[in-house]
């Protein structure tokens, strides 16, 4: 079964903790979207990340519709420690 969280109670739920988009990671995806739309890949040092992210939702059956910048995931590294393969 698919969750679908909207709810900071639901989030909580179900042992996550949702943590907000600082400016910096706003401006920072952004500009990784515009390097994606012009055919520059993510670094591959993000994949790690990606792939920890990704298991953890996959875990938590959780469809999000939504990529991750990589700036965010790097200033939240630590949250990814256990779930990196």
Do not use: C, K
Request: hydrophobic fraction near 45%; avoid cysteine.
């Amino acid at each position: 079964e698919v969750v679908r969280l909207f709810h900071p109670v639901e989030i909580q739920q179900h042992g996550l903790e949702l943590v907000n988009n600082s400016a910096e990671d706003i401006d920072a995806a952004v500009a990784q979207m515009l390097d994606r739309l012009s055919g520059t890949p993510d670094p591959e040092a993000d994949a790690a990340l990606n792939a920890a992210y990704a298991a953890i939702r996959d875990r938590h059956w959780l469809e999000t519709g939504a990529t991750i910048g990589s700036h965010f995931l790097r200033r939240h590294a630590a949250l990814f420690d256990e779930a990196v393969p």
